[in-house]
Nanobody
Framework: QVQLVESGGGLVQAGGSLRLSCAAS????????LGWYRQAPGKQRELVAS???????NYVDSVKGRFTISRDNAKTTIYLQMNSLKPEDTAVYYC??????????????WGQGTQVTVSS
């Protein structure tokens, strides 16, 4: 199993910045990639940003140029630097791990979520 613990959410005014962190532990060698999803009230959960073990990053169009995903050298902690925040970024942000639990079998792990609220 993989455990994911997020931190760094909070309340910020529009135009401000926040940095989220997610620390992975457990069977970290099964991790293929890590990322951030978010879910706003009444909306589906969406991928915000992801990073593979090889370092390839991916962003949803609405955050490109404003958000940056990065990780530590051990590849067990990821960060989401969020700049120029907008009220529409308000959501619960979830850390996600895409893992290969055994050959050919993938499994998704989720953190508990952290609230990000952007006031106008």
């Amino acid at each position: 199993q993989v455990q994911l613990v997020e931190s760094g959410g909070g309340l910020v005014q529009a135009g401000g910045s926040l940095r989220l962190s997610c620390a992975a532990s457990g069977n970290i060698f099964s991790i293929l990639g890590l990322g951030w999803y978010r879910q706003a009230p009444g909306k589906q959960r969406e991928l915000v940003a992801s990073i593979t073990n090889g370092g390839t990053t991916n962003y949803v169009d609405s955050v490109k140029g404003r958000f940056t995903i990065s990780r530590d050298n051990a590849k067990t902690t990821i960060y989401l630097q969020m700049n120029s925040l907008k009220p529409e970024d308000t959501a619960v942000y979830y850390c996600h791990a895409n893992c290969e639990v055994r050959v050919g079998v993938r499994y998704n792990y989720w953190g508990q979520g952290t609230q990000v609220t952007v006031s106008s």
